[in-house]
């Protein structure tokens, strides 16, 4: 049953169901605004869990869920903080969960949009954790359509005329402490008449399509093994 219904009509615009405001400025500590608690070994169906949010009718430019937050003093504030402190070694699951209905368009399952910053980062990733094992800090997976021309499993791209020649190129992999290790390994066990790596440079005149400055001079710069 429902303990607690709240129906609006069709024609409400720049009204509210459900209110609530504070002008607190102290800190909010133990409780939020607004507290939601569930104390039972509850389980969820149909992936219905404590909030449920359904939109059945939403239209072109209708937004289900919106966070902001507009105050100019803020230098760290957290806009979404979800934290999982219960699990065990036997976990197995995914704290956060993004399923895209099918489509033939060029929607996004996510989009990160960063234009206030020039020190930070989009999107950083840590995890101090990795041994031994198969973790991954990011595992992109393909397992059963064919990748055709056009489609890219990862693709990098950049319109402005980068001029970055240290730190500040499309891709950088730095390995600082590394010693016998290998900083990066293409596999391929099926690969017939293919091509492992490939570089297509039409514009290069003066610079170079591999260098391999800094290596010791008595050590090979190109180890090929058949």
């Not at 100019?72 to 402190?85: D, F, K, P, R, V």
């Amino acid at each position: 049953g429902v303990a607690l219904k709240i129906d609006g009509t069709t024609g409400m615009t720049t009204g509210s169901l459900i209110w609530v405001a504070s002008s607190t400025a102290g800190a909010v500590a133990t409780n939020g605004l607004v507290s939601i608690r569930a104390t039972g070994a509850f389980t969820s169906t149909s992936n219905v869990g404590i909030v449920d949010i359904l939109a059945t009718a939403a239209v072109t430019g209708a937004t289900v869920m919106r966070i902001a937050s507009t105050a100019a003093s803020q230098t760290t504030t957290e806009l979404l903080n979800i934290t999982a402190s219960g699990f065990t070694t036997g976990y197995t699951g995914s704290m956060v969960t993004i399923t895209n209905a099918s489509t033939t368009g060029t929607g996004n399952n996510l989009l990160v949009t960063s234009v206030a910053t020039t020190a930070g980062d989009a999107v950083k990733i840590v995890n101090n954790e990795i041994t031994l094992g198969t973790a991954t800090l990011l595992n992109l997976s393909h397992t059963t359509s064919v990748i055709g021309n056009g489609s890219s499993m990862l693709r990098l791209t950049s319109t402005s005329v980068d001029t970055g020649t240290t730190t500040g190129t499309m891709l950088d992999i730095a390995a600082t402490g590394a010693t016998t290790g290998h900083l990066m390994i293409v596999t391929s066990a099926s690969l017939t008449t293919g091509i492992g790596l490939k570089f297509t440079l039409a514009g290069l005149t003066t610079g170079s399509a591999i260098d391999t400055t800094g290596i010791a001079a008595t050590k090979q710069n190109i180890n090929m093994n058949a």
